[in-house]
């Protein structure tokens, strides 16, 4: 690894340290944390996924040496158990949503923006303390970066044509579908026609806890989902507009560290 990568991870961003009864967040500034946030990744990703290319490799990629890591650890064990990887506009102009959207309205518009991706938590932590704790992590990031706008990639487990097409109608129908910046999927991450016509409906869907709390606190959905064949699932562009995040929510997670 070279010089100057190994000082990157060791000289967070915008560095924090936070300690909860249970467990300690904070942005990750050690060579075995980086080491554990992608074991731990890899790990989960190719078991719940079932990405068969990751059973023998790692879920690393350029992203994760021009990004802050957020980790949380479990202090009774010591073990990492949820993980957060940020890339901020301040720092980089990099981001992993542009492999499947076009982005470019968005990102040259005013504002600092925070992208979140690679969200993972250990199985058995699901539960709303970690996820809260996350957020939390995310919110002060936000506030030491004066960030603007928070967005990423936000995945729902299915295949489906006809379920990405109800999931659209029921989205637009709550309100949380926006269109500005006509935002689209690039054409490699569309549908094709066989797809389409070949496609079975899922009855056991559920939308993952992550993206419900993204709506929760305000975000919208931008445009129609790209298709990740390779994690065998939809990815819809989420925006949260910092500005417009519910009160209720900004009351819960705003804290200082």
């Known amino acids: 690894m070279?010089?100057?990568?190994?000082?990157?991870?060791?000289?967070?961003?915008?560095?924090?340290?936070?300690?909860?009864?249970?467990?300690?967040?904070?942005?990750?500034?050690?060579i075995v944390e980086l080491k554990e946030v992608i074991e731990l990744r890899s790990r989960i990703f190719a078991e719940e996924y079932n990405i068969e290319g990751l059973k023998n490799q790692m879920d690393i990629d350029e992203f994760d040496f021009v990004c802050d890591h957020l980790i949380i650890k479990d202090n009774q064990t010591g073990k990492l158990v949820g993980t957060y990887r940020i890339l901020c506009s301040k720092f980089t102009n990099k981001f992993y949503s542009t492999n499947e959207f076009e982005l470019d309205a968005f990102l040259k518009s005013d504002g600092i923006k925070l992208e979140l991706g690679r969200a993972c938590i250990e199985k058995n932590y699901?539960?709303?303390?970690?996820?809260?704790?996350?957020?939390?992590?995310?919110?002060?990031y936000a506030i030491r970066?004066?960030?603007?706008?928070?967005?990423?990639?936000?995945s729902v487990k299915t295949e489906s044509?006809?379920?990405?097409?109800?999931?659209?109608?029921?989205?637009?129908?709550?309100?949380?579908?926006?269109?500005?910046?006509?935002?689209?999927?690039?054409?490699?991450?569309?549908?094709?026609?066989?797809?389409?016509n070949n496609s079975n409906y899922d009855f056991d869907l559920k939308i993952p806890s992550l993206l419900r709390s993204y709506l929760a606190a305000g975000a919208k959905i931008y445009g129609e989902p790209a298709f990740d064949r390779e994690f065998h699932c939809l990815d819809y562009l989420t925006i949260l507009k910092l500005d417009e995040l519910k009160v209720a929510f900004e009351k819960r997670y705003n804290y200082e560290c």
């Open 2 to 30: 070279e010089k100057a990568v190994l000082k990157r991870i060791f000289e967070p961003y915008s560095p924090f340290e936070y300690n909860h009864p249970r467990y300690s967040i904070k942005i990750l500034d050690q």
């Open 161 to 196: 044509y006809i379920n990405a097409q109800n999931l659209n109608e029921a989205f637009s129908r709550e309100g949380y579908s926006d269109h500005q910046w006509a935002i689209t999927p690039k054409k490699e991450y569309c549908f094709t026609e066989f797809e389409k």
């Open 145 to 154: 970066t004066k960030a603007d706008y928070l967005f990423g990639c936000s």
């Open 126 to 140: 699901r539960k709303g303390s970690v996820l809260s704790l996350l957020w939390r992590g995310v919110v002060q």
